[in-house]
Every structure is written in C-alpha cells, then in structure tokens.
C-alpha cells in the first residue's frame, strides 16, 4: 500500500512537473509569437514613414531621380527619411540637366562627397515652413525673407506674381515649380534650378 502510495505521489509531481514546463513553454512561445508581431509592426510602422517622408516621396517622383541618385551617394537619404521637421528646396532632374557639362557626374563621385553633402545640405532648411509661412513671412520681411540652411548658409525667398522665387547667395535665382509637397518629416518645394552657396 505505501509503496502504492509513494509511486502516484512521485507519479503526482511527475505530473505537476510535466504541466509546470508545458505550461512555460506555452508562455515563451506566447511571448516570441509577441515579440515577433511587436517587431513587425514596427518594421511596417519605419515602411510606412519612410514612405511618407522626404526621402520616400522624392523616390516615388521620377522627376527627382537625379536628386535621389545624389542624396544615396552623399548618405544624407537616410537624414531625410527619419522622423525630423525639414523644409527641403528639392531640384527636379531638369535643374541637374542645366548645369555645365560633367558637374552631376563630378558630384556623384565618391572622392566628392563632402561637396556634394554641402550641395544639397544648401537646399534643406530646419522646420516645416508651409507655403503660407513663407508667403506671410516674405510679406512682414517687406518682399524678401532671409533664412538659414542646415549648410549654415542664407536663401532668401520672394515672390515674382503667384510665384515663389529663391535666391541663393551667388544671386543666382530659381522658380518653385511645385510647392507643400507634405511629408512625414517635413515639405518639399521642387524647384527648376540647383542653389549653389557663393564660394
């Protein structure tokens, strides 16, 4: 009888044990199977910002191929896909085709790509400026607005009609073509010439 008794008691905690490890293992399969829904959620939470951001909206324009082809060679994609607030004066490829002979060739190579990260650093601007900041902001500075780039250099925005107009500091002026473009991490004005800091 007591050997009956000892045996379905060892059989007892047998069991307890067998139930215990099943029933922990069913908790950390729980929590991978969590841990790995938390972890697609985030990677479609970044797709869906890298879509919407700067970077993501310049690549789903094909009138921004040349600028995006830059951005990648100078490793400031990544700056303009990730949460932020930038107003960003983008060129369109008809901008990179005025410009002399070579020069796109020359900026997109790698031996050049701190002038090349200067370039295009000339055409982002800190903040989200709206169409309507800039326009009331051109209006209170009496026709020009002066502002400074994430390079540290001046623009300074005017209107020319409806139109906005930016000048760089070589004087030198380009035409929005299309202004709000919104994004994720800021706005994006295309304009039809590439700004260029005065030596």
Known sequence: MLFVAITACNDGKKEAERMKMEAEKMEIEAKEQKDLEMKKLEEEKKAMEMKNSIAGKAMANED??????????????????????????????????????????NLLNPDNKETLQNVLQYHVVSGKITSDELMAAIKGAKGKYTFKTVAGEELTAMMDGDQFVIKDSRGEKSQVVQGNVDASNGIVYIINDVLMAKK
Do not use: C, I, Q, W
């Open 64 to 105: 921004l191929s040349t600028l995006v082809a830059a951005l990648k060679a100078a490793d400031l994609a990544n700056m303009l896909s990730e949460p932020g607030d930038y107003t960003v004066f983008a060129p369109s490829n008809n901008a990179f085709e005025k410009l002399p002979k070579g020069t796109v060739d």
